[in-house]
């Protein structure tokens, strides 16, 4: 943080005591509740249940749906989505969307990013939710989420957010352990701890996945994949990926890439409650790795007394893998327009010669591909 903006930041005392307590009471009660009473399951099983619900509702809600528009819900949906979302306790999604939008216009810059890793873990962890930075982002907070103004559900949780916030997080725990006969546990665990640990795994988001992890699409920014962040935050992990393309709905791109949010989303687009699914083609994809890794090689070869000619190597490579893959897909077009199109006279023939056509360029481009992450890889 620079000296004037560190001059005028102000401290927001609310966020201070809300963080600093709920975080002594987790790491103190918790563990001395269990030690003098003992834990039942019932208190866990719903702890981790409300921790799946209400971070999904982030992931699911404000992050993909409402921050970036990846995907169109129907409005039930969206209003378990707003519920969760004050369970989170992470403020309303207009105002999560708007900080989260000016994040991705400004990322890493020191004074426009609201929690820029480049000021360091705890800044992007934790400190700009304690420390208010006078960089004027407050001044027209929402200008940039017309969309979601128009939202009447999210206009109505912004409206009541705090009482349904609160609410919620006393309510649904206190009513459980009356249920159950076990308050102050439930309070504890379903609570406070629960509470605290769905906080700190969506701050490792900005914090951890802009420092730990791998650079695969895109160097120009700090966000960084990383499975072990991608298991513990619903799918969030795949952080590198989601800032070159963040108007995908998926951040884990392959099948099995854990990303349970990415599963919600298209398994509820089989029976209409998500629509318009917005996906990145293989094609980009495949054209951003290769960009990354041609400019990871000329940075480590540039030092090479025979860079000149290795760089000419490395542009000659890639520019065969950019064309067999132009021609891959330029041939999958065809192919899948020939297969909507079966009024076309010798329907069966041509479709067979596009086909053949698609599958020859493809094993092209996968061998050229090889030619290219061997080479690359060498210096890279």
Aim: charged share 20%; net charge positive; hydrophobic share 40%.
């Amino acid at each position: 943080m620079t000296d004037s903006t560190q001059k005028h930041a102000q401290p927001i005392w609310a966020n201070i005591i809300f963080f600093g307590l709920s975080f002594l009471a987790a790491i103190t009660l918790v563990p001395w509740y269990g030690i003098q009473y003992g834990f039942h399951f019932s208190s866990w099983a719903w702890g981790v249940g409300l921790w799946l619900f209400s971070s999904t509702a982030i992931s699911m809600g404000y992050h993909r749906l409402w921050s970036h528009r990846a995907y169109e819900a129907h409005p039930l949906l969206r209003a378990v989505l707003a519920i969760g979302g004050c369970l989170a306790l992470q403020n309303s999604a207009l105002h999560w969307s708007s900080d989260h939008r000016i994040h991705h216009k400004h990322v890493d810059h020191d004074e426009k990013d609201p929690y820029s890793a480049s000021l360091g873990f705890w800044h992007s962890h934790i400190g700009w939710l304690l420390m208010r930075r006078d960089n004027g982002r407050y001044n027209e907070q929402y200008d940039r989420c017309k969309d979601l103004q128009r939202d009447p559900i999210v206009m109505f949780q912004h409206k009541y957010y705090w009482p349904l916030s609160i609410g919620l997080n006393i309510l649904v725990p206190a009513l459980l352990g009356l249920a159950y006969g076990i308050f102050w546990e439930m309070m504890l665990v379903a609570g406070v701890l629960r509470l605290v640990w769905s906080h700190h795994l969506t701050f490792f988001i900005n914090s951890l996945a802009h420092m730990w992890g791998s650079r695969p699409y895109t160097e120009e920014n700090s966000a960084r994949d990383n499975l072990i962040l991608a298991v513990l935050t619903g799918g969030e992990g795949y952080h590198n990926y989601h800032h070159k393309f963040q108007y995908d709905y998926r951040n884990g791109i392959r099948w099995w890439h854990f990303d349970p949010s990415k599963w919600w989303i298209k398994s509820l687009s089989w029976i209409g409650v998500t629509s318009n699914l917005k996906k990145v083609s293989v094609e980009k994809i495949e054209k951003a790795k290769a960009e990354t890794l041609l400019l990871k090689a000329k940075d480590r070869v540039a030092h090479l007394p025979n860079a000149e000619e290795v760089m000419q190597m490395l542009h000659d490579e890639y520019e065969k893998l950019v064309q067999h893959l132009a021609e891959v897909y330029e041939a999958q077009k065809q192919w899948l327009e020939a297969k909507k199109n079966k009024l076309i006279e010798s329907y069966e023939q041509e479709h067979s010669r596009l086909m053949e056509n698609y599958h020859q360029l493809r094993k092209r481009f996968e061998e050229q591909k090889a030619s290219w992450m061997t080479l690359a890889k060498q210096y890279a």
